[in-house]
């Protein structure tokens, strides 16, 4: 049984009378461990795939199964338990709070499930390791960097040990060398069984995953497996900051 199994989804919004699909009968199983990019152009249907993925939004039409449980017809208490237990988000524009150092930003998750304080500090600081940021724990995150936000909210993102990452243009506010080291590290989740999605728009970041989905239109475009295709690659090692 695959992790994520989509059957038949459709997404219908009503504009002016006028119905707009959004999505319309996309049907995709994801496996456990997969990195994989959903690409598509601004309107394709990308981002509204992603929030019904990642227990944001719910369908229109058709089944949604998410490690073995059927969450399409959810609540929206439901589907954010779900998100909480299950589910990492990563964005673009980092997200930390200002306000508090790194690690009470990656605690900032575990509150919501009623982890104690002590507990809280001890799986932060492990998820600060996975990420090579434990040594910046105590900075704010205006003292960092780019691509040292960007750990940190993917830090973040693995505290609740999640079954599933998503990850939003995570490499679109940095240069291409940060871009790159981060591109690597999901490539190192993924190899530790992470389940790793990433959305983007690029098609050169797309093609460092094994597997890509694109949307147009709201329909899938096409579904193509680099090894099967032969286009596979050695992804890089990690720099260390």
């Known amino acids: 049984m695959a992790l994520l199994e989509l059957r038949n989804v459709s997404k219908l919004y009503q504009l002016g009378g006028e119905e707009i699909r959004a999505l319309d009968d996309v049907s995709l199983d994801i496996e456990g461990g997969e990195f994989i990019s959903i ?16 227990c944001l939004d719910s369908p229109t039409r058709g089944t949604i199964r998410l490690d073995g449980t059927m969450i399409h017809d959810a609540t929206a208490r439901q589907l954010a338990a779900i998100r909480n237990r299950k589910i990492g988000f990563v964005f673009q524009f980092f997200n ?12 900032l998750p575990m509150l919501y499930s009623g982890v104690g304080g002590r507990e809280r500090r001890e799986r932060a600081l492990t998820a600060l390791q996975a990420v090579g940021m ?15 936000q960007q750990r940190a909210a993917i830090a973040r993102a693995l505290v609740n040990n999640p079954k ?4 939003d243009e995570p490499t679109g506010n940095l240069d291409s060398h940060t871009g790159t080291m981060i591109l690597s590290l999901f490539h190192q ?12 728009h690029d098609p050169e970041i797309a093609a460092v995953t094994p597997r890509r989905i694109e949307i147009r239109d709201g329909k ?22």
């Open 134 to 148: 434990d040594n910046r724990a105590r900075h704010r995150p205006s003292q960092l960097s780019g691509g040292q």
């Open 164 to 167: 599933i990452i998503f990850a």
């Open 39 to 54: 690409i598509g152009p601004s309107g394709s249907g990308k981002s509204t795939l992603m929030h019904i993925l990642g």
């Open 96 to 107: 930390l709070l200002p306000k508090l150092n790194v690690l009470q930003n990656v605690e």
């Open 220 to 241: 899938i475009a096409a579904k193509i497996d680099a090894k099967l295709a032969g286009l596979d690659r050695v992804s890089p090692a990690v720099p260390q900051a």
């Open 189 to 200: 989740l993924s190899a530790a069984g992470r389940t790793i999605i990433l959305v983007t």
